[in-house]
T-cell receptor
Framework: DGGITQSPKYLFRKEGQNVTLSCEQNLNHDAMYWYRQDPGQGLRLIYYSQIVNDFQKGDIAEGYSVSREKKESFPLTVTSAQKNPTAFYLC?????????????FGPGTRLTVL | KNQVEQSPQSLIILEGKNCTLQCNYTVSPFSNLRWYKQDTGRGPVSLTIMTFSENTKSNGRYTATLDADTKQSSLHITASQLSDSASYICVVPEASNSGYALNFGKGTSLLVTP
């Protein structure tokens, strides 16, 4: 999975709880991304970060928060405000954010709300 | 509106047979098109990136074609193997005010049976 690790692989959460998904990369990439994948749908962008201490909302940022304190790390918090959090979450990174920047994906975290 | 449409949605073929997956896009201006393979429960892995000037590109048993005039791409898999069972995702970047965004197709789910 190209030097990107995500943990945990499976995560169970009770309604009303916040949970944090980890994403670490050792590729020395500047840009990192979080996507959500639901059955039968394309990947949707939650948040992305082009440099340390900076991040931007994607298409479906409501109910999620992120931080980018280190180049290697881009954790995603799923808050209780996210009404339908059960999904497969994918982290990715790229050298830059230009259109030719290939994104490398992590193995994913499957979140299930009980 | 989804700017990347893939067909068929799912496909079942016998081991050893060939198959072709289709991707139509409306993204403009066009810079490149990417095909990813995603095994169940894993992150997508890049198969090929095609730029405007490329008509055909091969990666082992995978051959991608691009017709930028008709905005169509295909992924041809030769002599299929059981390990080819996966979802194949077509991705087309689009320039945006904040850099660029990736338009993901919903994928074609391929099952190769013995």
């Amino acid at each position: 999975d190209g030097g990107i690790t995500q943990s945990p692989k499976y995560l169970f959460r009770k309604e009303g709880q916040n949970v944090t998904l980890s994403c670490e990369q050792n590729l020395n990439h500047d840009a990192m991304y979080w996507y959500r994948q639901d059955p039968g749908q394309g990947l949707r962008l939650i948040y992305y970060s082009q440099i340390v201490n900076d991040f931007q909302k994607g298409d479906i940022a409501e109910g999620y928060s992120v931080s980018r304190e280190k180049k290697e790390s881009f954790p995603l918090t799923v808050t209780s405000a996210q009404k339908n959090p059960t999904a497969f979450y994918l982290c990715a990174s790229s050298v830059g954010t230009g259109t030719f920047g290939e994104q490398f994906f992590g193995p994913g975290t499957r979140l299930t709300v009980l | 509106k989804n700017q990347v449409e893939q067909s068929p949605q799912s496909l079942i073929i016998l081991e050893g047979k060939n198959c072709t997956l289709q991707c139509n896009y409306t993204v403009s201006p066009f810079s490149n098109l990417r095909w990813y393979k995603q095994d169940t429960g894993r992150g997508p892995v890049s198969l090929t990136i095609m730029t405007f000037s490329e008509n055909t590109k091969s990666n082992g048993r995978y051959t991608a074609t691009l017709d930028a005039d008709t905005k169509q791409s295909s992924l041809h898999i030769t002599a299929s193997q059981l390990s080819d069972s996966a979802s194949y995702i077509c991705v087309v970047p689009e320039a945006s005010n904040s850099g660029y965004a990736l338009n993901f197709g919903k994928g074609t789910s391929l099952l190769v049976t013995p």
